[in-house]
């Protein structure tokens, strides 16, 4: 098992290469001379020219990307064109704010998704079951920036009872405050697609012959539905949940832009129109990074659910 | 010769099948009520759009100058009137218009984002299950390493590098969505490789991107189809997004997420400029993701029940 | 008395309901086991022989399942009126069920031990540690090492797993063991062991048996008494020696000519004509009558009713008492 995820964990540095690779090299298209956007239109043409020999940018680019790669193992992700901060320090800074949300949001997501499948999935084609398939399919249709900006407008705007933005740490309670709209917003598509899940797995599970077998023992609904159903029904329960992790690191750009969360998303989108590309570049990579790792807590996981996909790692 | 017999011969069995396929997925997608209405929204929409296509043609473009962009300053962020059945912006300008107008950049943008990432995913799915190996293994490492990126980062980074216009818009969000199709495509050709009828047509020496585009696509139509429906409504959700961001299309250009990215400053004041275009791109959405659930129901009963 | 019957099954029907239509899986089965006997239940596939199953175990998937009328004594009880947390303790303590397909029959993410302990743990007033302990104890019975109990079933061969099915429905000492084809699905080599040791268990139990195949040689082995069933009907009903010697019912005589024989001296089978009704749309009259070769214009308008031709012999034809074949 610890060899297998060692063995997991190797395979990904090639993948992490890939990622930053095309993130790098797409970033290095973009328009503009950052000398300029640092020094401003005034500067010299010379003082221009030594800050280019700084910062390598006569370097070719795999030079460029190359010395990045060594500094990114490091951990230096270099200094912002805007104001000259280490980047990864302003991430870092940044970090705990996005993963607390982030959390949040999958576990509202997990809290109510799971339940409300398997509710539906009992229930199958009763009213109960309907009208929990159209929220759910209404939560993945649901634009989250529409449904951000009309929650504000009831709760914050018109009934005043809860802050439109920000996040208050004075207090464990004004954070908790401050959580509820950005965490239900960014929550929504996952718990739609949770629900869906979870409901077609249980529905899946539920015609399998070991569940007669469990009733037949006896056992009573609660444990048949627990114990044989959903220990069943889990791994793809586990991949959906996974996904929408990565979905909710991407979601929480926009949930953070409507709420002025100060995360990684709402910095990474001020970044790109402050043409800041070092900003942008190591938020990307933080990013996907974190997203790959949790994919490989997921893979992990599965062995833990499943006794076939362990004895599968026993083997190779 | 003996190739052209060959292939007459698939054709003779596969058509008729083919017609019987599609009505019966008509049938039961008939019985779909609520698909249906969904169907009808999607319509609608199309005809809405081809319209103001139409007006602008006939009137040259000045209904559009005279009431689509017609600021009235005096009557800025003025609530729904009979006038102006969605009330006005915060330029004066009628929001029911701006939203009629702003149908075209999201279905022709959404459209197109998704035709492109299904040929570029679906050439890169073909290439690799049909000739398997080394270059499979390549071109999949290269699709896990575009899928460890998430999607709205990747278009992200793509707008920021490219420029925002429409093009480098809908190819921002294309490549985020080219690893799903390069997967089903892969997967189906794999799967319809082994059959035999494709042993029979490389027997009697058929050239390789004869059978992928003759034999392999139309057997794997079906999940790619689904695939697709399902895939405008995200590309739509994301384009809006991007937009949203100020990141997709521009100003003053009526697109329904830009709309809600102006709204954003006057919410407190405003409600119906947030409202209606939000209105707009949820149920375009649910209505893509309805007729597509629908479809994979109709094309799979299996999986229904 | 009537004790002597361990199961009484009366004018049992039962439904599925499903979009597409009503099916009639069970259109009212009588059936009977005395105390300590086998009874063979036989038919093809979709005859009804599983739904009769499960009606007996009170686990017809519902919906679009449904018991629509009739009476099932069990001991003189009727279990249809009994609420549900009653017949959770009749189920795996005193009847029992082994299911066709042992590759699929087992809970994949739980140890054989656990699911054998946990029939245990529900109907015996044992701790954790002694369920295991007897858990463990019926595997060793069933011929599998005791300490296998913390494998999972896929770690199993499909007779092995058989044998942990047998283990559960037998772990409780069950008065009665519905069996469902329980060595169709395994290899020739193996079904013979596990049907030795299955009845072998079974004397020694003294368990009475309700025994569901397709397979007469089976049944020719193990079963005292024999029911054909056709259609969601039992069409002919017997000792072993009333049906395999005196057979009256056509279907009945077309399963027998289906089967090869080594000592009968016939140059070709003469299997059934024809297919099974679809049980959402019946014929009226005698079900078989599109199939069968004696039938005339009655057969095709009246269902037949069942006619008793000894004391132990019935069978569901209009021929039957009134010609010898």
């Given amino acids: 098992m610890i060899k297998y995820i060692f063995k997991r964990i190797l395979m990904l540095i090639p993948v992490l290469i890939g990622v930053t690779f095309i993130v790098y090299f797409i970033l290095a298209l973009t328009p503009g001379d950052p000398v300029t956007i640092i020094l401003g239109d005034q500067a010299t043409e010379q003082s221009k020219e030594e800050l280019r020999e700084e910062l390598g940018l006569n370097q070719p680019l795999l030079k460029r990307y190359a010395d990045y790669m060594v500094g990114l193992l490091h951990g230096d992700m270099g200094k912002s064109y805007k104001n000259n901060l280490d980047v990864a320090d302003q991430i870092m800074e940044r970090f705990p704010n996005t ?38 399919l209404t939560g993945i249709s649901m634009p989250v920036f529409w449904l951000g900006l009309l929650l504000v407008i009831i709760f914050a705007v018109n009934l005043r009872i809860l802050p439109s933005s920000g996040f208050d740490t004075s207090s464990i309670a004004a ?5 509820i709209l950005p965490g239900i917003v960014l929550s929504v598509n996952s718990m739609a697609t949770i629900t869906r899940m979870t409901r077609s797995s249980m529905l899946e599970v539920m015609r399998k012959d070991y569940i007669d077998t469990a009733r037949a023992k006896g056992v009573s609904e609660r444990v048949v539905t627990f114990r044989h159903m959903l220990s069943n029904a889990l791994i793809p329960i586990i991949t959906v949940v996974g996904i929408s992790f990565g979905n909710l690191l991407g979601g929480s750009i926009i949930t953070e832009t409507v709420f002025a969360w100060p995360g990684i998303g709402r910095f990474v989108v001020e970044s790109i129109k402050m043409k800041d590309t070092p900003t942008v570049l190591g938020c990307v990579i933080f990013l996907s990074v974190m997203f790959s790792i949790v994919n490989l807590l997921i893979d992990i996981l599965y062995a833990f659910v499943d006794p076939r996909i362990k004895s599968q790692y026993k083997l190779k | 010769m003996k190739e052209n017999k060959a292939t007459s011969f698939m054709q003779e069995t596969d058509a008729p099948k083919e017609r019987g396929l599609w009505l019966d997925v008509w049938t039961r997608l008939r019985k779909n009520k609520v698909a249906l209405v969904g169907m009808f929204f999607l319509i609608l929409l199309v005809v809405v759009s081809l319209s103001t296509f139409v007006i602008d043609l006939v009137t040259k473009e000045s209904f559009y100058n005279n009431f689509v962009i017609k600021q009235e300053l005096t009557e800025k962020l003025k609530g729904p009137s009979a006038g102006h059945i969605f009330g006005q912006d915060e330029f004066g300008r009628d929001v029911f218009l701006r939203i009629i107008w702003g149908t075209r950049y999201s279905l022709l943008l959404g459209v197109g984002a998704t035709i492109m990432a299904a040929l570029l995913g679906g050439a890169v799915g073909a290439v690799a299950g049909f000739y398997g190996k080394k270059l499979d293994n ?94 405008i409504a995200g590309c739509i959700l994301s384009i809006a997004g991007l937009s949203f961001l100020g990141l997709g299309i ?6 329904w997420g830009g709309m809600l990215s102006n709204a954003r400053q006057y919410m407190r004041d405003a409600w119906h400029i947030t409202a209606f275009p939000g209105l707009a791109i949820m149920l375009t959405i649910l209505s893509l993701n309805l007729v597509g659930d629908a479809l994979r129901d109709a094309l799979d009963p299996k999986l229904k029940n | 008395m009537k004790s002597e019957n361990l199961l009484e099954i009366k004018d049992l029907v039962i439904k599925y309901e499903t979009s597409d239509g009503v099916v009639h899986a069970v259109n009212g089965v009588n059936l009977t086991i005395e105390k300590g006997t086998t009874l063979g239940l036989v038919g093809e596939t979709g005859a009804g022989k599983t739904t009769v199953a499960k009606g007996i175990m009170g686990i017809v998937p519902n919906p679009p399942g449904k018991v629509k009328s009739g009476e099932i004594y069990f001991e003189g009880e009727d279990l249809l009126k009994k609420d549900a947390a009653s017949m959770r303790k009749i189920r795996g303590n005193e009847v029992s069920m082994i299911f066709q397909d042992p590759m699929t029959s087992l809970n994949p993410v739980m140890t054989v031990g656990d699911q054998i302990a946990e029939v245990i743990g529900i109907h015996q007033n044992l701790n954790k540690k002694e369920a295991a302990l007897k858990a463990k104890e ?11 109990s913390i494998e999972y079933p896929h770690q199993f061969s499909g ?28 290899d020739v080599t193996i079904q013979a062991q596990v049907l030795d040791m299955m009845t072998n268990l079974k004397n020694q139990m003294n368990t009475s048996m309700l025994l569901i195949t397709h397979d007469l040689g089976v049944v020719a082995q193990i079963c005292d008494n024999v029911a054909i069933m056709y259609a969601g009907e039992i069409v002919e009903y017997g000792t072993l020696r009333d049906v395999f010697k005196s057979t009256t019912h056509p279907y009945t005589e077309g399963l027998f000519g289906s089967i090869p024989s080594l000592t009968a001296d016939v140059k070709r089978l003469s299997p059934i004509n024809g297919l099974m009704p679809d049980p959402m749309n019946l014929p009226i009259g005698c079900k078989f009558s599109p199939r069968c070769k004696y039938a005339d214009d009655r057969c095709r308008s009246q269902a037949p009713v069942m006619t008793q031709l000894s004391a132990t012999h019935c069978a569901a034809c209009w021929r039957a008492g009134k010609e010898e074949n």
Avoid: W
């Fill in chain 1, 99 to 136: 993963a607390i949300l982030a959390l949040t949001a999958i576990l509202i997501a997990m809290l109510v998704g799971v339940p409300v499948g398997i509710i539906s999935a009992k229930h199958q084609n009763t009213i109960l079951d309907r009208i929990s398939m159209i929220f759910a």
């Fill in chain 3, 159 to 186: 007779g092995m797993k058989q044998r942990v099915v047998i283990a559960i429905a037998l772990a409780c000492n069950p008065q009665l063991l519905i069996a469902d084809e329980p060595t169709t699905a395994l």
């Fill in chain 2, 250 to 255: 521009q100003p003053p250009v009526p697109e």
């Fill in chain 1, 175 to 179: 954070a908790a405050r401050s959580l």
């Fill in chain 3, 138 to 148: 019926m595997l060793e019975m069933v011929g599998i090492p005791a300490d296998r």
């Fill in chain 2, 138 to 231: 390549l071109l999949m490492r290269l699709m896990d390493i575009l899928l460890s990126i998430p999607s709205i980062l990747l278009s992200i980074a793509i707008v920021a590098a490219l420029g925002t216009n429409m093009f480098n818009v809908m190819l921002a969000i294309a490549i985020s969505y080219v690893p799903q199709y390069a997967r089903i495509v892969r997967a189906a050709i794999m799967e319809q490789k082994s059959m035999e009828y494709i042993e029979a047509s490389r027997a009697v020496g058929a050239a390789d991107p004869r059978i992928i585009i003759r034999h392999i696509i139309p057997n794997a139509m079906a999940p790619i189809i689904v695939q697709a429906t399902l895939g």
